[in-house]
T-cell receptor, first 114, second 110 residues
């Protein structure tokens, strides 16, 4: 089945130690998104790629970076994780990125910062 | 500013007790209204997309409806396995983003 895959499902890192989260998709969608979701809160968009075009949200900290080397893969790099970065990180994809296009989510990566 | 507000924040129902979840939106030029189900520790699972006022969609015990100001997710004769957080999101005409509400945590008691 076509799907969005995230690895790892659980990631533990130390304060200040860089970490990379991975997302891959077999849907061949043009747009890939990264969200941060904290407990009982709405998913918060960090950034998204429309093909190779990177779109950063204005309030996304510089500590968060992303790479999309090809259509199928997208990475989230957290350069110096702080305790406040502990959260669920969700990857999603959509065909066109417009307000009409459904986003399909992966299972998420739960990040713990010690 | 575009906004999506869901109510109630939490809802406890007995098995078989039908109810509705509300999603009010102020999204400029709404182009799509999305409903997702999210189980604890998992990513949101897509349920429905509604595009225009008056539209309705159904899936098993769930039915989603849309007006010009709000959407409802009606759940008929729910079962314990329907327990989850239900997220609503709106997509407008300004950019590629959709705006999420905070969700309604639904708990169905056996």
């Amino acid at each position: 089945d076509a799907m969005v895959i995230q690895n790892p499902r659980y990631q533990v890192t130390q304060f200040g130690k860089p970490v990379t989260l991975s997302c891959s998709q077999t849907l061949n969608h043009n747009v890939m998104y990264w969200y941060q979701q904290k407990s009982s809160q709405a998913p918060k968009l960090l950034f998204h790629y429309y093909d190779k075009d990177f779109n950063n949200e204005a309030d996304t900290p510089d500590n968060f970076q992303s790479r999309r080397p090809n259509t199928s893969f997208c990475f989230l790099d957290i350069r110096s994780p702080g305790l406040g970065d502990a959260a669920m990180y969700l990857c999603a994809t959509s065909t066109g990125g417009a307000g009409t296009d459904t986003q399909y989510f992966g299972p998420g990566t739960r990040l713990t910062v010690l | 500013e575009d906004q999506v507000t869901q109510s109630p924040e939490a809802l406890r129902l007995q098995e078989g007790e039908s109810s509705s979840l509300n999603c009010s939106y102020t999204v400029s030029g709404l182009r799509g209204l999305f409903w997702y189900r999210q189980d604890p520790g998992k990513g949101p699972e897509f349920l429905f997309t509604l595009y225009s006022a008056g539209e309705e969609k159904e899936k098993e015990r769930l039915k989603a409806t849309l007006t010009k100001k709000e959407s409802f997710l009606h759940i008929t004769a729910p079962k314990p396995e329907d327990s989850a957080t239900y997220l609503c999101a709106g997509g407008g005409n300004r950019d590629d983003k959709i705006i999420f509400g905070k969700g309604t945590r639904l708990h169905i008691l056996p």
